[in-house]
């Protein structure tokens, strides 16, 4: 997994003062007799800076999109992986922890005993919408069979994929490319792309490859997005000024997505997600036995 700032470095705007990839002088005329650099040659030199850097600025801002988006697909199915997987020991553990709460009010009759006893009680009380909370994993009435096999060690169905497959990354990043919103000059164009990235994004989440590439023929069956026009020097820079605004909110959101609690969960191993969720499980099934032993102890 590659964090959305670690991928915006790649593209940066061509160079000021450059024609072909050569620098040109700034003098009259060119070296070794060449012919000379026109009034007019001049005076369009910088609109056609200015159009090279609003390119390289809308494909490193779709990079960006890119980036963001598949990182945020990957924080939300592994947070639904994680509700899945670790919902119903966290649940056990609170139960748990309400009963030696309990337990050891009985046992001692101390206020502060029996006001500890109360707020642990209060934080296993059904919720309205538990169900949704634990993604069918528990409701009122306790925890499903699917969780309870899962904190016996017994074989249950396996969640969804952490992540869509690299073919299906493949694709969404091709599509996204090919017909993002920020490359088209006119409003129908736009509202027909904005409609098409909707479709992707949604087959993107869930990891859906078949229908990605149903949606990469069917783009390349459509209308071919017409050739740009020459852009007014004021256009252009309110365009710059677009793409750094919206860079800046997408960089609010990636911040945001690498901040959360799932998020820092999935940096700790990105290749392998899988295998910290098992980890964090064995170590709350130890603390379910413990928590079990010290219950028992207490009930004599």
Same mark, same amino acid.
């Given at each position: 997994?590659?964090?959305?700032?670690?991928?915006?470095?790649?593209?940066?705007?061509?160079?000021?003062?450059?024609?072909?990839?050569?620098?040109?002088?700034?003098?009259?005329?060119?070296?070794?007799?060449?012919?000379?650099?026109?009034?007019?040659?001049?005076?369009?030199?910088?609109?056609?800076?200015?159009?090279?850097?609003?390119?390289?600025?809308?494909?490193?801002?779709?990079?960006?999109?890119?980036?963001?988006?598949?990182?945020?697909?990957?924080?939300?199915?592994?947070?639904?992986?994680?509700?899945?997987?670790?919902?119903?020991?966290?649940?056990?553990?609170?139960?748990?922890?309400?009963?030696?709460?309990? *337990?050891?009010? !009985? $046992?001692?009759?101390?206020?502060?005993?029996?006001?500890? =006893?109360? &707020?642990?009680? #209060?934080?296993?009380? /059904?919720?309205?919408?538990?169900?949704?909370?634990?993604?069918?994993?528990?409701?009122?009435?306790?925890?499903?069979?699917?969780?309870?096999?899962?904190?016996?060690?017994?074989?249950?169905?396996?969640?969804?994929?952490?992540?869509?497959?690299?073919?299906?990354?493949?694709?969404?990043?091709?599509?996204?490319?090919?017909?993002?919103?920020?490359?088209?000059?006119?409003?129908?164009?736009?509202?027909?792309?904005?409609?098409?990235?909707?479709?992707?994004? *949604?087959?993107? !989440? $869930?990891?859906?490859?078949?229908?990605?590439?149903?949606? =990469?023929? &069917?783009?390349? #069956?459509?209308?071919? /997005?017409?050739?740009?026009?020459?852009?007014?020097?004021?256009?252009?820079?309110?365009?710059?000024?677009?793409?750094?605004?919206?860079?800046?909110?997408?960089?609010?959101?990636?911040?945001?997505?690498?901040?959360?609690?799932?998020?820092?969960?999935?940096?700790?191993?990105?290749?392998?997600?899988?295998?910290?969720?098992?980890?964090?499980?064995?170590?709350?099934?130890?603390?379910?036995?413990?928590?079990?032993?010290?219950?028992?102890?207490?009930?004599?």
């Amino acid at each position: 997994m590659t964090t959305p700032e670690a991928e915006q470095s790649q593209a940066e705007p061509a160079g000021a003062g450059t024609r072909g990839g050569a620098e040109v002088p700034a003098g009259g005329a060119e070296q070794g007799g060449e012919a000379q650099v026109t009034a007019e040659d001049r005076a369009e030199r910088p609109e056609a800076r200015l159009e090279r850097a609003v390119r390289a600025a809308e494909q490193a801002l779709i990079e960006y999109e890119i980036a963001v988006e598949t990182f945020r697909v990957e924080v939300e199915n592994f947070s639904r992986l994680h509700h899945q997987k670790l919902g119903p020991m966290y649940a056990r553990l609170d139960e748990l922890d309400a009963r030696i709460a309990e *337990a050891t009010a !009985a $046992r001692t009759g101390d206020p502060e005993d029996i006001r500890k =006893a109360d &707020e642990a009680r #209060a934080r296993v009380l /059904p919720m309205p919408g538990v169900e949704e909370l634990f993604h069918g994993w528990m409701d009122g009435e306790g925890l499903f069979p699917e969780a309870a096999a899962m904190l016996t060690d017994q074989s249950v169905q396996p969640p969804q994929r952490v992540r869509p497959s690299d073919e299906a990354r493949k694709l969404y990043r091709e599509l996204a490319r090919k017909a993002h919103p920020d490359l088209a000059q006119e409003d129908a164009e736009r509202s027909r792309r904005e409609e098409f990235i909707t479709r992707v994004n *949604a087959a993107y !989440a $869930r990891g859906d490859e078949a229908l990605l590439r149903e949606l =990469a023929e &069917e783009w390349a #069956a459509g209308p071919a /997005p017409k050739e740009q026009g020459p852009t007014p020097a004021e256009e252009l820079y309110a365009r710059l000024e677009w793409l750094a605004q919206r860079k800046e909110m997408l960089a609010l959101v990636a911040k945001e997505l690498e901040e959360s609690a799932i998020g820092a969960m999935l940096r700790l191993a990105p290749d392998d997600p899988d295998r910290l969720l098992d980890e964090i499980a064995d170590q709350l099934l130890a603390q379910v036995s413990a928590r079990e032993a010290e219950l028992t102890a207490l009930l004599g």
